[in-house]
């Protein structure tokens, strides 16, 4: 098994290109999750979906889409990026909805915008 | 949004030493949640805890689950080399039926050899 595997490693836009970064777990896992990592904040919650078929709005969505392709695959879209969505973006996956179960994170995308 | 606090912030160790980070939040969390992350890595869930008063262990990595329920400690004993990283705590929250993960800032662990 791969786990979660996130694509690309390494990103560079200018201010207002547009990108999606993609994500795809093969642990049959129901929910995912999109994150961002930022110096001295932790990792903070953009989007996530429960189950196929389903997103919601997580801590700092703003400036972000996501769309859960199918149970594998949960990719986020930045539409016109800016600056301040310098950051390290993180996929995860859990198998089930409740407090016990663990999320499994991918490698992470380093995502520069000039 | 809600926030777990972490302290140290950072901690430069020598090898060998015993290290100790603690994680504490304004509420009450039902499950507190250890993570590392290497350079270049996602975060690995080291430790889980689910009950009030539990400490668990594994390996060198022993974790306490407050018995207030608003913070949880996590002790490395013995720090070699491979225990550089950044130490997350973590809670999880159910809203809408979907589990969200409550981060602490993180611990960056620096050992000298």
């Known amino acids: 098994n791969a786990g979660v595997t996130q694509t690309p490693k390494f990103q560079v836009l200018k201010t207002g290109q547009s990108m999606t970064l993609q994500c795809a777990q093969d642990?049959?896992?129901?929910?995912m999750y999109w994150y961002r990592q930022d110096p001295g904040m932790g990792l903070r919650l953009i989007y996530y979906?429960?189950?196929?078929?389903?997103?919601d709005k997580g801590e700092v969505p703003n400036g972000y889409n996501v769309s859960r392709l199918n149970k594998r695959e949960f990719s986020l879209r930045l539409e016109s990026a800016a600056p301040s969505q310098t950051s390290v973006y993180f996929c995860?996956?859990?198998?089930?909805?409740?407090?016990?179960?663990?999320?499994?994170f991918g490698p992470g995308t380093r995502l520069t915008v000039l | 949004g809600q926030q777990l606090n972490q302290s140290p912030q950072s901690m430069f160790i020598q090898e060998g030493e015993d290290v100790s980070m603690n994680c504490t939040s304004s509420?009450?969390?039902?499950?507190w949640l250890w993570y590392k992350q290497e350079p270049g890595e996602g975060p690995v869930l080291l430790i889980a805890?689910?009950?009030?008063?539990e400490l668990t262990s594994n390996g060198r990595l022993t974790a306490q689950f407050g018995i207030t329920r608003k913070d949880s400690f996590l002790n490395i004993s013995a720090s070699i080399p491979s225990d550089v990283g950044i130490y997350f705590c973590?809670?999880?929250?159910?809203?809408?039926?979907?589990?969200?993960?409550?981060f602490g800032q993180g611990t960056r662990l620096t050992i000298n050899p």
């Open positions: 995860a996956s859990k198998r089930g909805r409740t407090s016990t179960d663990t999320q499994y």
């Open positions: 642990m049959n896992h129901n929910s």
């Open positions: 979906s429960a189950s196929e078929g389903t997103t």
């Open positions: 509420s009450i969390f039902n499950t």
């Open positions: 805890l689910y009950k009030a008063g």
């Open positions: 973590a809670g999880p929250r159910i809203v809408q039926g979907a589990q969200k993960l409550v």
